[in-house]
T-cell receptor, first 113, second 114 residues
Framework: EAGVAQSPRYKIIEKRQSVAFWCNPISGHATLYWYQQILGQGPKLLIQFQNNGVVDDSQLPKDRFSAERLKGVDSTLKIQPAKLEDSAVYLC???????????FGQGTRLTVV | AQSVTQLGSHVSVSEGALVLLRCNYSSSVPPYLFWYVQYPNQGLQLLLKYTSAATLVKGINGFEAEFKKSETSFHLTKPSAHMSDAAEYFCAVSVVDSGYALNFGKGTSLLVTP
């Protein structure tokens, strides 16, 4: 089966600009996660969706980050405006349900200059 | 809240030597525990997971880990390192209270020398 697809793979933007990342989970996977991985650290959960509803967004900086999963399939993560400290790899993962194996995409590497 | 601590940000072993990567967890409820591997510019790949069945868990590529509740540990081992094992390894914990979302450690970079 096809894996989790993310685009773009790389993005360079100036601070205060906006950026959006896209994720297409594995077909049939109800649960979708966005993680932020800063260089040298482990991934940190930003938001978890179950179908098109939000399960947990407690660590999402809502003043600048937003995410949606319309129709419970694809998801978009947006940052507006970006800060230098947002430079990281943004990983999308999906699982069939909440307590089954999560499969990760290759990530989007964001550099804010 | 649940968390994991990975001891040693960098581990170096010789090819053919034992690999031991350490992970300790903290959780007030029964945890699920995982080891993931990440190769450069790649996403994370699941090596193995503990979900309250057998305490000794075997994974892919010859890795295994043992859940020790008394020591709150879930160390990853491989009897004989291969050059292709060089990568970043992450221990993670999930619990029902947090919707089973993965909570990762900071990672251990494994270097395998000839």
């Amino acid at each position: 089966e096809a894996g989790v697809a993310q685009s773009p793979r790389y993005k360079i933007i100036e601070k205060r600009q906006s950026v959006a990342f896209w994720c297409n989970p594995i077909s049939g996977h109800a649960t979708l996660y966005w993680y932020q991985q800063i260089l040298g650290q482990g991934p940190k959960l930003l938001i978890q969706f179950q179908n098109n509803g939000v399960v947990d967004d407690s660590q999402l900086p809502k003043d600048r980050f937003s995410a949606e999963r319309l129709k419970g399939v694809d998801s978009t993560l947006k940052i507006q405006p970006a800060k230098l400290e947002d430079s990281a790899v943004y990983l999308c993962a999906s699982s069939r349900t909440t307590n089954t194996e999560a499969f990760f995409g290759q990530g989007t590497r964001l550099t804010v200059v | 809240a649940q968390s994991v601590t990975q001891l040693g940000s960098h581990v170096s072993v010789s090819e053919g030597a034992l690999v031991l990567l350490r992970c300790n967890y903290s959780s007030s409820v029964p945890p699920y525990l995982f080891w993931y591997v990440q190769y450069p510019n790649q996403g994370l790949q699941l090596l193995l997971k503990y979900t309250s069945a057998a305490t000794l868990v075997k994974g892919i590529n010859g890795f295994e880990a043992e859940f020790k509740k008394s020591e709150t540990s879930f160390h990853l081992t491989k009897p004989s390192a291969h050059m292709s094992d060089a990568a970043e390894y992450f221990c993670a914990v999930s619990v029902v209270d947090s919707g089973y979302a993965l909570n990762f450690g900071k990672g251990t970079s494994l270097l395998v020398t000839p």
